[in-house]
């Protein structure tokens, strides 16, 4: 079956740091990747797409890679803040694209 | 205009009560999504409106019936829900297809006694 797997532990990291998240998964070839944000008690909010003849996506201080070999995904903040902290998630897609399957997040603390 | 409201914003209910959740957008999306998100797990897609069709049923029990009135409504009407049913309730829009940036909204906290 289709698994995702992200960081199961939280990550806390100190100010100033680059956080790197990881999205494994198995049993999928997705053709599009998102990460979303998502604060607690809200929904998620959409920060970057990556598709599958993508290598790299920048944005501002956020950096996506997408290695369809190693079936995995990675998501940077430089420079992180306080602000940053919040869970994380990453999101796949087929190429029909109207099928959403998420992993269950890396919740990131960023400590000042 | 680039948010999707939904209401109630909570809601506890007895497992023999009949309620809705609503959920709107005006940003002209023609997909609407409805997910189930337990808590410390990711959001379960249940259903995708496409066009005002109903596009994806993802195998949901019967007590739970979406409803797409237009294109800018989205439903989920609920009824004889069980104590597990509790959850945030998302609703989210597209442009076209899913890979395009969902907006979500804030949710609904169902409480099923």
């Known amino acids: 079956s289709q698994k995702i797997e992200q960081n199961s532990e939280a990550l806390n990291i100190q100010e100033g740091k680059t956080a790197t998240l990881t999205c494994n998964y198995t049993n999928y070839s997705p053709a599009y990747l998102q990460w979303y944000r998502q604060d607690p008690g809200r929904g998620p909010v959409f920060l970057l797409l990556i598709r599958e003849n993508e290598k790299e996506k920048r944005k501002e201080r956020l950096k996506v890679t997408f290695d369809t070999t190693l079936k995995q995904s990675l998501f940077h903040i430089t420079a992180s803040q306080p602000a940053d902290s919040a869970t994380y998630l990453c999101?796949?897609?087929?190429?029909?694209?109207?099928?959403?399957?998420f992993g269950a997040g890396t919740r990131l603390f960023v400590k000042a | 205009d680039t948010e999707v409201t939904q209401t109630p914003k909570h809601l506890v209910m007895g497992m023999t009560n009949k309620k809705s959740l609503k959920c709107e957008q005006h940003m002209g999306h023609r997909a609407m999504y409805w997910y189930k998100q337990k808590a410390k797990k990711p959001p379960e897609l249940m259903f995708v409106y496409s066009y005002e069709k109903l596009s994806i049923n993802e195998s949901v029990p019967s007590r739970f019936s979406p409803e797409c009135p237009n294109s800018s409504l989205l439903n989920l009407h609920l009824h004889a829900l069980q104590p597990e049913d509790s959850a945030l309730y998302l609703c989210a829009s597209s442009q076209g297809r899913a890979y395009n940036e969902q907006f979500f909204g804030p949710g609904t906290r169902l409480t099923v006694l």
């Open positions: 999101a796949l897609h087929n190429t029909g694209g109207f099928k959403t399957i």
